[in-house]
């Protein structure tokens, strides 16, 4: 029965909830995937350039 109850609860508490726009929705779904390729090109440069360093002195 606490299953349950939770469920009903879960379920008044999601119609509370102020879910975005279509608009609003879209820009931040740009926003995390920039962000996402800006780190991940951040890091790619990193590893490479750790991996230089680290080839000049086990070479």
Sequence with gaps: MKAVS???NVSREM???SW???EE???Y???VVVT???MALF???VDLGITQLLNL???
């Design 25 to 27: 929705l879209y820009r």
């Design 20 to 22: 975005p726009g279509k």
């Design 36 to 38: 996402v390729v800006l």
């Design 43 to 45: 890091f790619t440069i």
């Design 15 to 17: 119609k509370k909830v």
């Design 57 to 59: 002195f086990f070479d």
């Design 6 to 8: 939770f469920l009903k």
């Design 29 to 31: 779904t740009v926003t």
